[in-house]
């Protein structure tokens, strides 16, 4: 009798109670749960209790006969409704090429990296305080908070915590009943869902001690720094300093018999800083911006600098702002514009500028980027900053936060823009894909949506004080008079100046809802709408005349004008880094954000651990039997081996997971634009979108690939997200 085959659902079984046996996770935390993907066209999450934010259809399935290798299991159902088919092989293949994933033992090997840079820096740190103490100035005092407490104090610390529990727990429940309800407190997330006692005092006592342990791994700020002043950089020894051993007893140096010297008096106790590498002296304030990590461990100060190259090349970095301006599309199909009067009006009255009335839309298109108001230190770019600074929080509708901050969303990419900004605002980053060789974004000119027509009799009247402010300019008063004179007929000027805003600020009020609506309509249709046999199509984003590195970008709170300045390499990254130390030094804006960003992809556990298995010596501190942990098993060169393998795959997971979920979030967005059907840049063919170059020429300019897969592989891209063998 032949042996019966097993379904694909029992043979997947198998494959995941087997890949679960080799890596027996206790407690399945969610850090833990990461997106292992079969890379085909939109990729599949196997990983339990993973949920993939996009359609995904079962196939039914006859258990009688087994399914064979080709069958098809599931299939994802992309934004224009078209399939693509994962069968039994893709999933049994991926499930057995990962199969050394041991995301328990890359969890241990974590926390071991804890206790480990832990134990050196409290070494450091007693160092550290001992040279600071040896290099006082006159008046100040020892310092003896410096010194970071022993893993034994703090491991003691923990455990009298635990026992303190228990003893609350005792009193409360009796010494029959308290077992049970400690048991379950331990197993809240407060103490780390800890199935044991010696658990939950692991998990106290890695919270106690992470945050120090990753000084290495933290860029140091004013804030949270020893040296605030140049006094503070260049200490000198007050003796000679010499050598100690673990006992604080001096050790004798073997060729003179002598305590071996470290510093003599009157050396710098720090050598280690150096002007222009590691700190910078600000030349109005005097003070000093550091460019170090935080680490005790002098070694360490300089490693900071290799991530931010790392950070570089591994991330499409820009810097980014933006200023918004009134117009938001309520109905596409009427061309209808919403449109605030009062914020309107702001743009259509005149600034006087050097005795020159200057209309506010005209000086949009005069904004420059962000680093030219901030990284410029001259007069000229100072008082730029102020007059840009005014006339945002004037004209921009984008939220205050935003306007305060110099339109400022700081660096950004693809991803942090894709995760937390409008869609489009990624997509701008990127306008290549909705442009062929023959074909480019529809261009706007700004000054066109402000074209607005007030009635002859009021064009009449401004026309009338523009020619008389001409008059007073031309006067001989004005010209070559005396200061008084000159006053007098400025005072003048600024008088009609204001007549002329009181007029146009009078009939723009009066107008009805109607009337100015109506001229609203036309001239935004006239900018951004695109007629196609007696139909208005508008884009999802346009290039602007006269604004290179700029997009205009429809929103639902208006007209966004999209700036961003791609960081091309390290130095450029470098003087962002160095503006916002700066600032945060002097008590200023970090306008461009780079720590925060920086500092939020190096408090990744995957990526401290990556960094961790490059040093040999943590290596053999794994394998060895001195470790400083509560486990008692070693590792070994396989166990090692195999963590890097999971932990390369973990962060490659994280990738992949960020694609899925910003991919989840497009294909909700493209289904919206194919819902609104007035979208210039893409269309409906067969049921399947792809981007139009160019609806106006009358024949097909489709893309050959579909809306959503180029935007996937873009995604892939830009992330830097390792394909697999099998793209």
Do not use: C
């Not at 409008?422 to 990127?430: F, P």
């Not at 894909?433 to 607005?452: R, W, Y």
């Amino acid at each position: 009798m032949a042996k019966k085959q097993k379904s694909f659902f029992e043979k997947l079984a198998e494959k995941n109670d087997k890949h679960l046996e080799r890596t027996k996770p206790k407690i399945i935390k969610k850090r833990n749960t990461k997106a292992y993907v079969i890379l085909g066209l939109l990729g599949v999450v196997v990983a339990t209790s993973i949920a993939v934010p996009v359609t995904v259809n079962t196939v039914k399935v006859n258990y009688t006969p087994a399914l064979s290798d080709s069958d098809k299991v599931l299939e994802f159902v992309k934004p224009d409704d078209s399939k693509t088919p994962i069968n039994v092989e893709d999933i049994l293949g991926k499930l057995e090429a990962n199969k050394n994933i041991n995301s328990e033992n890359t969890e241990k090997i974590y926390k071991e990296a804890i206790f480990y840079l832990y134990e050196k820096e409290v070494k450091a740190s007693k160092e550290f305080q001992r040279l600071w103490n040896e290099s006082l100035y006159a008046g100040d005092t020892e310092r003896t908070d410096i010194a970071l407490k022993s893993l034994d104090e703090v491991r003691k610390e923990q455990e009298n915590k635990i026992k303190d529990l228990k003893r609350q727990i005792q009193a409360g429940y009796g010494f029959d009943n308290w077992e049970k309800q400690f048991n379950s407190v331990i197993t809240s997330e407060e103490y780390g869902n800890a199935t044991s006692e010696q658990q939950a005092v692991d998990y106290l006592i890695i919270k106690a001690i992470e945050k120090d342990a990753l000084r290495k791994f933290t860029i140091e700020s004013s804030t949270n720094s020893y040296f605030k002043s140049q006094n503070d950089v260049n200490r000198v020894a007050m003796r000679d300093i010499y050598y100690v051993d673990e006992n604080n007893n001096n050790v004798v140096d073997e060729a003179t018999g002598k305590p071996k010297i470290m510093f003599q008096k009157g050396e710098k106790v720090f050598p280690q800083f150096i002007e222009g590498k590691n700190y910078f002296i600000d030349k109005n304030s005097n003070k000093i911006t550091l460019l170090k990590s935080s680490s005790f461990v002098t070694e360490n100060w300089d490693t900071i600098l290799d991530y931010f190259t790392e950070f570089d090349k591994l991330n499409k970095n820009y810097v980014v702002s933006t200023f918004t301006i009134p117009g938001v599309l309520e109905n596409s199909v009427t061309g209808s514009f919403k449109v605030d009067k009062q914020q309107y009006l702001q743009f259509l009255i005149n600034s006087l500028i050097n005795d020159e009335l200057i209309p506010n839309y005209t000086l949009i298109q005069k904004f420059d980027k962000l680093e030219y108001y901030l990284l410029e230190n001259n007069l000229i770019s100072n008082s730029a900053k102020s007059n840009y600074e005014n006339y945002l929080k004037l004209l921009s509708i984008d939220d205050s936060e935003v306007k305060n901050n110099l339109g400022s969303l700081g660096v950004q990419n693809y991803l942090t823009l894709a995760k937390n900004k409008d869609m489009a605002y990624a997509l701008s980053t990127m306008t290549e894909i909705f442009e062929n060789k023959d074909s480019k974004l529809p261009f706007v000119n700004l000054n066109t949506l402000f074209e607005f027509k007030f009635a002859q009799k009021t064009e009449l009247r401004i026309e009338n004080l523009k020619n008389e402010i001409k008059e007073l300019k031309e006067s001989v008063e004005y010209k070559n008079g005396s200061r008084e004179e000159k006053n007098i007929i400025k005072n003048k000027i600024i008088d009609k100046a204001s007549e002329i805003i009181s007029i146009m600020e009078g009939e723009i009020t009066s107008m009805s809802d109607l009337e100015f609506n109506q001229q609203i309509n036309e001239l935004y249709n006239k900018v951004l709408s695109v007629s196609v046999n007696s139909k208005n199509f508008y884009s999802i984003v346009y290039s602007i005349d006269g604004m290179d590195k700029a997009k205009l970008i429809p929103t639902s709170k208006g007209l966004t004008i999209f700036k961003f300045d791609e960081v091309t390499d390290y130095d450029h990254l470098m003087k962002l880094v160095k503006y916002d130390l700066n600032a945060v030094a002097n008590d200023k804006t970090p306008y461009f954000n780079s720590l925060n960003i920086i500092n939020g992809d190096l408090e990744n556990k995957n990526v401290v651990l990556n960094k961790m298995l490059e040093d040999n010596n943590f290596k053999e501190y794994l394998k060895s039997d001195k470790r400083l942990s509560s486990n008692n098993s070693q590792f070994t060169d396989e166990d090692i081996k195999n963590t890097i393998v999971s932990n390369d795959i973990l962060i490659n997971g994280d990738k992949q997971a960020e694609v899925i979920n910003i991919y989840s979030k497009v294909n909700d967005w493209i289904k919206e634009l194919v819902n609104k059907g007035s979208v210039y840049n893409i269309s409906l063919v067969n049921g399947k979108v792809y981007i139009d170059y160019d609806k106006t020429s009358g024949k097909p300019n489709l893309s050959e690939k579909e809306f959503g897969e180029i935007l996937y592989h873009q995604l892939n891209n830009y992330l830097n997200v390792d394909k697999g063998e099998n793209e």
